[in-house]
């Protein structure tokens, strides 16, 4: 063997076509339908968000991702960042997203529509809920140990190093946790507007936080109170929607209309189901890896959200 | 301290970028803090509430906003630091604008480059077979970074390869050297008689920084992924680079390295190694060196011994007897009665083997590397007696990179044992070169002192034990990251062997 070059070249499964087309798997029930053009607002290898001329917001997602209500998810696995850039003009028709000069096409023939199914009151019967809560809590709490996520740790209540962080996030959850028993939505707001738009990167820590427990509250609510809660917390979140950044946003705007992301979804109906543990551990890995820390820090909201139902919840 | 920013408008990074963008400002001299965050308003409250002086910003939720406390000049540098990370990280382009496509397949970028001829894959596993049957039908080699590919599907490819007079190195190839190029993780080491071929990674980087180290020099160093030598796949890499280096006139001493393979398989390769007429170096790790012994072939008991045989014979001198003794340094603390265990966290697998193997002759040891008798750990994430772990399992690295690339884990880890009254010894890898993390030393020193606190603040010594995998041609520099890490306290041996057997008598008298 005689190494003269080392390819590094990008190897995808687009063959040598010139103008690869990517077929849509799937099509979010939030995704706009009637949009004709926009421009590419971020991108990362394996989603890319699109802000249309009339301030639609959508996502293109590769196929190893969950579905979110506003994206729609490719047959295949596309490293979307060496074939789309920010900036880049997007347009739509006949069925096809077109990016740039023909450079990249998604075609949504063929694409069926999803929506989450977790929806309140999808679970009345509160023991089995509770024991199913319980070995979430649990699972939840040996996984924090290994997370990067500040929220995951703070409600498994794992010693960490004290940053501003953490100690502002810490602050929040004791009235959070009272406004959340005694359904004073009012407190609850106030607390939940602190946390809006908390964090460093494009889906700020404190965003996901909140739709996790939001994902909680909708799984538990099976009273006529705390459907009501749920409802207030949902109207005061997207009130507040805009204190964070675009795609973040979207995403809160998303989960107060009760429209979670696939893997939360299923998730919180696992927990509601009698579901093994087995499964539930596989359901909360898969949770825990969406993005940087985004996936622990919903499932730290959901925990918080949880932890009343669970049996070795917080007792403050 | 003042504080300066810099607001980027409509930046888009995710959060582990910031983070570590943060991680890194905050490091350079004469910066007190630094965080890169959304320009929200909950953002722009958390910075002022840690200090730092932003002002009346104008900002949006969409716009990055970089804020460095310290001194001007200092912050100048980092700002600009700043954005030269930034723009390496992604370049925006004009909207709309052309774009020239990156080559979308093996063929487009062959096209490109017309005089190459091996292909370095590294895509999901599920992809990873068709791309490199691809390469293979493009006259390429392949180096398969990529792993989870099926046994079967490994075979096939290698049988297609052997057809083609071509070689697959991997799936699951960390490292190679061709012809003084490092591949993958690999250090900078001279060139020179020794030709290697190793179906483990951190075992070809030991061996080959070794031989650097003892003066001599790697014609090639070729990689066959581990799960070569298995009854499934017949050793074929491993064969076909046996060839290739009885063959190369560069190579005058050819090494092998393996887990001990298949009867069958190690009789085949054994067989051809006789046949090659050169010394061969034969480590199967764990196998009683002497069943192999005889002729051209000089088995070795570990990496270094393995290493010292080779450099022996080709400096024309007699192989050295096995390396097993170990030198307790002066002034060793006293052990509490209590500390008893060693607590070995590697981030290279074979490091991991090597120190169960070492060690398991000598007292129970439970690790996740499955060696001759060594005990399963209930739960990975927590030690029992004495423990080595080799934290890039699949379970470490998920969502995550590699322990050699990212501390943390370890540095957490660390000082979760030094809160067990148990532990003895702390032992250690750290592995320098291409790949690796920048500055290891600056990952682990403050994990160290920490965990020296620990321990000495509950009336308990505190020793680790350890060793760099490296030379002084790597980024890294060998001299710096021992210096640093000598000045923590730390006992550096010279090998992964020498380190594990050091720690092994420090603990014995306390058994």
């Known amino acids: ?171 929040q959850l004791a009235p959070l946790k009272t406004a959340q028993r005694s359904r004073d939505h009012a407190s609850a707001l106030a607390t939940l507007a602190n946390l809006i738009g908390l964090g460093p990167g494009l889906t700020p820590a404190g965003d996901d936080f909140i739709i996790g427990w939001l994902a909680g509250l909708t799984l538990s609510a099976s009273t006529a109170d705390a459907k009501l809660f749920l409802q207030e917390m949902c109207e005061g979140v997207a009130d507040r929607r805009h204190a964070t950044t675009t795609v973040s946003a979207q995403h809160l705007d998303d989960a107060c209309q009760l429209q979670f992301s696939e893997r939360l979804s299923n998730l919180c109906i696992a927990i509601g189901r009698d579901r093994s543990d087995t499964d539930l551990r596989a359901l909360i890995d898969a949770q825990l890896a969406i993005g940087a820390t985004s996936g622990a820090d919903a499932a730290a909201g959901l925990m918080f959200a949880l932890s009343d139902l669970a049996r070795d919840g917080d007792s403050d | ?61 969409n716009d990055l906003l970089i804020a460095i406390q310290g001194d001007e000049a200092a912050a100048g540098e980092a700002l600009k630091e700043a954005k030269t990370r930034l723009s390496s990280q992604g370049a925006k382009v004009d909207a709309g604008g052309p774009l020239e496509m990156p080559p979308h397949s093996i063929g487009m970028a062959l096209a490109r480059h017309e005089d190459a001829n091996l292909a370095m894959i590294s895509t999901p596993g599920e992809y990873a077979t068709a791309e490199a049957l691809k390469a293979l039908n493009l006259g390429l080699n392949v180096m398969l970074f990529s792993n989870n590919v099926s046994g079967a599907d490994e075979a096939m490819l290698k049988r297609v390869a052997r057809d083609k007079d071509l070689i697959v190195m991997g799936p699951d190839c960390g490292t190679a050297i061709i012809n003084g190029i490092p591949l993958a993780f690999a250090n900078v080491v001279k060139r020179g008689p020794i030709g290697a071929v190793g179906a483990s990674g951190t075992g070809l980087q030991e061996i080959t920084v070794l031989v650097d180290r003892l003066g001599s020099g790697i014609s090639q160093a070729i990689g066959t992924g581990g799960h070569d030598l298995s009854a499934e796949v017949g050793g074929i890499s491993m064969l076909t680079g046996l060839k290739y280096l009885t063959d190369d006139p560069e190579t005058k001493i050819i090494t092998l390295i393996s887990k001990p393979p298949a009867k069958e398989i190690a009789d085949q390769i054994l067989g051809k190694a006789r046949a090659s007429g050169k010394p061969v170096v034969v480590i199967f790790l764990g196998a009683d060196p002497k069943a192999i012994t005889g002729g051209n072939i000089h088995g070795a008991t570990t990496l ?102 990212d501390y943390r884990l370890r540095t957490e880890r660390i000082v979760q044992e030094a809160q067990d009254p148990g532990m003895a010894v702390l032992l250690l890898d750290v592995v320098l070169g291409f790949g690796s993390n920048a500055d290891p030393a600056a990952e682990l020193i403050p994990a160290l002192k920490k965990a020296r606190q620990i321990a000495e603040k ?13 030379t002084d041609g790597d980024h890294q520099g060998l001299a710096a990251q021992s210096k640093a890490l000598a000045e923590t306290g730390m006992i550096l041996a010279d090998s992964n062997a020498q380190a594990v057997r050091l720690a092994r008598d420090i603990v014995a008298p306390a058994k």
Request: aromatic share 6%; hydrophobic share 45%.
């Open chain 2, 304 to 405: 270094e011994d393995a290493a010292r045989i080779a450099v022996a014979l080709a400096k024309g001198e007699k192989p050295p007897a096995a390396n097993g003794a170990a030198t307790l340094p002066a002034g060793l603390p006293k052990l509490a009665p209590g500390q008893k265990y060693i607590r070995g966290l590697f981030s290279g697998g074979t490091f991991c083997f090597q120190a169960t193997m070492l060690l398991q002759s000598a007292m129970d040891i439970h690790s996740n590397s499955a060696v001759g008798k060594s005990l399963p750990l209930a739960d990975m994430f927590k030690s029992e007696g004495n423990t080595v772990v080799d934290l890039g399992d699949d379970v470490f690295t998920r969502g995550r990179p590699h322990p050699m690339i």
């Open chain 1, 1 to 171: 063997m005689n190494v003269q070059t080392v390819i590094t070249g990008e190897v995808s499964r687009f063959g040598a076509l010139a103008s690869p087309i990517l077929w849509a798997d799937t099509i979010g029930c939030r995704v706009p339908e009637r949009w004709r053009k926009g421009r590419v607002q971020a991108v990362f290898e394996r989603a890319c968000h699109i802000v249309t001329d009339d301030r639609g917001f959508l996502a293109i997602l590769t196929g190893d991702c969950g579905n979110v209500a506003h994206g729609i998810r490719l047959k295949t696995r596309p490293r979307l960042n060496a074939h789309v850039r920010v900036g880049q003009h997007v347009s739509f028709a006949d069925n096809r997203i077109t990016f740039g000069s023909q450079n990249l096409t998604v075609e949504l023939a063929d694409a069926e529509a999803w929506q989450s199914e977790l929806r309140p009151g999808l679970f009345d019967n509160g023991l089995r809920l509770g024991n199913h809560a319980t070995i979430a809590r649990q699972l939840l709490t040996q996984a924090a140990a290994r997370s990067d996520s500040e929220f995951l740790k703070l409600v498994a209540r794992l010693d960490m190093p004290s940053t501003p962080l953490a100690d502002l996030v810490g602050r």
């Open chain 2, 458 to 470: 509950e009336g308990r010594a505190f020793i680790c034990v350890g060793h760099v995998c490296g």
């Open chain 2, 1 to 61: 301290m003042p504080t300066f920013c810099e607001v980027i408008p409509r930046e888009y990074r995710d959060s582990v970028a910031l983070m570590q963008l943060s991680a890194a400002l905050a490091k350079m001299p004469g910066v007190a803090q630094a965080s890169a965050v959304m320009g929200t308003e909950n953002n722009l409250s958390l910075l002022r509430q840690a200090g730092m002086d932003i002002g009346q910003v104008a900002i949006g939720p």
